[in-house]
């Protein structure tokens, strides 16, 4: 069941990526420290290292890149559930990472490649789990995950009750922005607040142009930044 429906996501991703094939591109390779193991990643799944994912970037989301070692031609088909900030950088898990053999080296030159959706099979041939896409909402957690690769946010409102903060993301908020929203819990005053957050944004620039966007709507957003 849960291959069957990241096969429909992947495919109504990119039903404008398939015309589009990318050239192979070079760029560097690193791999998740496994502190990280269970947090949540930019796309809303859990991050596992025994997955075949990865974070980039540029690449969409739920978009599948071919990472290839020159120095021994292995190579991994991983897909982006994640962002990292470095340009032209890939951050692997490290069952991604040991396949094409850079776990010794940190950091390693790649050739990179997106890849279209008639692809999915060999990407699921790699491990024989299932793959489980988790719903973004199933759970608010108490502190903002402050130890993932993030930078800057777009705080776009703040409720007493959890519920309105759910409803503000389900009815209000753009549907192009269902893939970075995360409501956090904090408290104000010693009673709980919730916040409907959206990013992580590389630049402050990015942040700055959704912002403009989200003002006409939202006249409380403001863009928070991580210390």
């Known amino acids: 069941m849960y291959k069957t429906i990241l096969y429909l996501l992947l495919l109504f991703t990119f039903n404008v990526a398939i015309a589009q094939q990318s050239k192979i591109v070079s760029g560097k390779a690193t791999f998740y420290a496994q502190k990280f193991n269970g947090k949540r990643t930019y796309s809303g799944e859990r991050f596992s290292s025994t997955k075949y994912t990865a974070a980039h970037r540029n690449f969409p989301l739920q978009s599948l890149v071919k990472v290839i070692n020159p ?15 470095k340009k032209n ?3 692997l898990t490290l069952i991604a990472a040991k396949q094409i053999d850079i776990v010794r080296h940190g950091v ?3 050739k990179m490649q997106l890849l279209d959706t008639s692809f999915m099979q ?8 299932n793959i489980k896409i988790e719903p973004l909402l199933d ?12 930078y800057f946010y777009i705080r776009v ?5 959890k519920k309105n903060a759910e409803l503000l993301v389900k009815k209000d908020l753009p549907e192009k922005y269902a893939q970075s929203v995360i409501i956090q ?32 709507k939202f006249k409380d957003a403001v863009i928070v930044l991580k210390t």
Do not use: C, H, W
């Not at 904090?186 to 912002?211: C, D, H, M, S």
């Open 139 to 150: 759970s608010v957690s108490e502190t903002f995950p402050m130890d993932t690769v993030q």
């Open 185 to 216: 819990k904090a408290r104000y005053k010693g009673k709980p607040l919730y916040k409907v957050i959206i990013g992580p944004f590389a630049t402050q620039k990015e942040a700055n142009t959704q912002l403009n966007k989200l003002k006409s």
């Open 89 to 91: 950088f890939i951050d």
């Open 157 to 161: 409102a703040s409720f007493k009750f």
């Open 122 to 129: 060999e990407y699921l041939n790699q491990s024989n789990e």
């Open 108 to 110: 390693a030159a790649v």
């Open 71 to 85: 120095r021994n031609n292995r190579s991994v088909i991983v897909r982006i559930n994640d962002r990292f900030y």
